[in-house]
C-alpha cells in the first residue's frame, strides 16, 4: 500500500472520503491486502501526523471506522490512542469534525 508526499495511502484517502465508492474501494483494499500491511497501513500517519482512523472519524466515515476494526478489535483499541500533530486522537478529531462540519453548514 503505498503513500503520497504527505505520506496518504489509498487507505487514508479513501478513509477521508465519505462516499460509497471510496468505501466499496476500502473494502477492496483490507479484503486483498495481508493483515500485515493492513496493520501497518492501520497505525501509518501522514506528515500531520493522521492515522486513517483520524481521517475516518474527522469526515464521520462510520463506515471506514467499521472496516477498519473487523478482526482488529486490539489493535484497533491501540490505535485510537495515536495522537496527531495538534494533539487529538481520533476520537477527538470526530468531535473536530463535528464543529467544522456545524460551523460551515452555519455560515453558508
Given at each position: 500500500i503505498t503513500s503520497s508526499m504527505s505520506g496518504d495511502s489509498c487507505i487514508h484517502l479513501c478513509c477521508q472520503?465519505?462516499?460509497?465508492?471510496?468505501?466499496?474501494?476500502l473494502r477492496y483494499l483490507i479484503n486483498s491486502s495481508t493483515d500485515e500491511d493492513i496493520k501497518k497501513a492501520i497505525i501509518s500517519s501522514t506528515a500531520f501526523g493522521c492515522t486513517p482512523l483520524h481521517?475516518?472519524?474527522y469526515c464521520g466515515n462510520w463506515?471506514?471506522?467499521?472496516?477498519?476494526r473487523?478482526?482488529?478489535?486490539?489493535l484497533f483499541l491501540k490505535s485510537l490512542e495515536s495522537i496527531d500533530n495538534?494533539?487529538?486522537t481520533p476520537i477527538l478529531s470526530l468531535c473536530r469534525g463535528i464543529v467544522t462540519y456545524k460551523a460551515k453548514k452555519f455560515n453558508s
Amino acid at each position: 500500500i503505498t503513500s503520497s508526499m504527505s505520506g496518504d495511502s489509498c487507505i487514508h484517502l479513501c478513509c477521508q472520503r465519505n462516499s460509497e465508492k471510496h468505501n466499496e474501494l476500502l473494502r477492496y483494499l483490507i479484503n486483498s491486502s495481508t493483515d500485515e500491511d493492513i496493520k501497518k497501513a492501520i497505525i501509518s500517519s501522514t506528515a500531520f501526523g493522521c492515522t486513517p482512523l483520524h481521517d475516518a472519524a474527522y469526515c464521520g466515515n462510520w463506515k471506514a471506522l467499521k472496516f477498519l476494526r473487523e478482526g482488529r478489535e486490539e489493535l484497533f483499541l491501540k490505535s485510537l490512542e495515536s495522537i496527531d500533530n495538534d494533539g487529538l486522537t481520533p476520537i477527538l478529531s470526530l468531535c473536530r469534525g463535528i464543529v467544522t462540519y456545524k460551523a460551515k453548514k452555519f455560515n453558508s
